[in-house]
C-alpha cells in the first residue's frame, strides 16, 4: 500500500503514491514466479508461474481476455453482444471475469463432470451456467464423449442467441495470449534462464505460444507437453485410460492449435502423482493449487532426474490454477 500523510485533522488521507488499476482486466497477467526448492531439492531446479493469481484464480484469464479483445478488434464482437462458450470451468471464469468488466452477456456450457465450485464461480461472476449431464465419465472425471455433447448444447445456444462463439479449442488467440504475455514474462522473471518448459495440454493454448516465444529466445530450450497417463494422444499411445483427475486436459487426442515442430518430448503423470505433488505443494510451499498444477510440478521433477536436460537445469512450469476449485475426489477415482 502507498504511504499516507499523516492525519491531523480526522480528515480523509491522502495517498501520495498510488497504483490504482481501471478494472480487473488490468489484474490479468504479470503473475510471479516462485522456485519450489522445499518440494524438489535439486539438483536442478523447478520454477513455477503462480497463474492461480489471476482473477479468475486460473491462467485462463490471459487467453480470455486475448480471445476477446481480438473479436471485438475484428468486428465480430459488438457493444453489449452475448457471448457463449463451452468450458471446463477455468476458461468460463476468465470469460466471466472479462465479459462482466465489459458488459457482455456470457453463457457457459459445461459438463457436470467438471467441479461444481466452477459453476459456482462462474455465476457468481454474473454468467449463466448451463451443466450437462454426463455419457461416460463421472463426477471429477470427464471423458471426451462428455465434451463432444456439450458441444452440441452450446452449438444450439450460440443459433438461439444469436451470440459470438469463443471457441478456445480452435481460436489462435488462444495461443497468441501466451506468447504475447506468458513466454515473455518467463523469460524477463528467470534473467533469460529457461532450459525447458513444461505443461499439461488441454487446448494447447498455453503450451503453443509460450514454447514458441521461449524458443525464438532460446533455441537450444526443451518443450515437454504434459498427459495423463493412460490418455497420452500426443504420445501416440493407445488410450487406456480416457478417465483421470486433470479437469480441462488430456481428452485422448490430438488438439487444434497443437503443432509437434514445437514440442521435445512427453511426460506421463499417473493421477496418484498429480496427487502427490499437489499435496505437496501445498505441505511444503504454502500454495494451494488443482490437480494439473500437481501433474505439471510431477512432471516437471521427472524430467529433472531422466537425464534429458542437463542436471543443473532451471526447469519452468506452471500452476494453472487454484486448488478451491475442486471437490475433493473419491479415493476409487485415484486408483
Known sequence: MAPVEKNLNNEQPKYLKGDIKASALELIGNTPIVALDRVYKGPGRIL?????????????????????????ESG????????????????????????AV?????TLAMSKGNSVQRALHMEALGAKVVRVDQVKGTYGSVAYADVEVVREVCSKLVEEQNAYFVNQFSNEANADAHYKSTGPEIWEQTGHHVDAFVAAVGTAGTFMGTTRYLKEQNPNMKAYVVEPAGAEAIAGCPISKPLHLLQGSGYGLIPDLFRYEV????????DEEASRYM??????EGLYVGYTSGANVAAAAKLLE???????????????DTGLKYTPVPEELTK
Open 306 to 320: 531422466s537425464g534429458l536436460v542437463p542436471e543443473d537445469a532451471w526447469v519452468v512450469t506452471v500452476l494453472a
Open 76 to 99: 465480430e464482437l459488438k457493444p453489449g453482444d452475448p457471448v457463449i462458450e463451452i468450458t471446463s470451468g477455468n476458461q468460463g471464469c476468465g470469460l466471466a471475469v472479462v465479459c
Open 279 to 284: 499435496k505437496l505443494i501445498g505441505e511444503k
Open 48 to 72: 513455477a508461474k503462480c497463474e492461480f493469481m489471476n482473477p479468475g484464480a486460473s491462467i485462463k484469464c490471459r487467453s480470455s481476455l486475448n480471445m476477446i479483445n481480438r473479436a471485438i
Open 263 to 270: 514440442m521435445d518430448g512427453s511426460l506421463s503423470v499417473t
Open 102 to 106: 465489459l458488459g457482455h452477456p456470457l
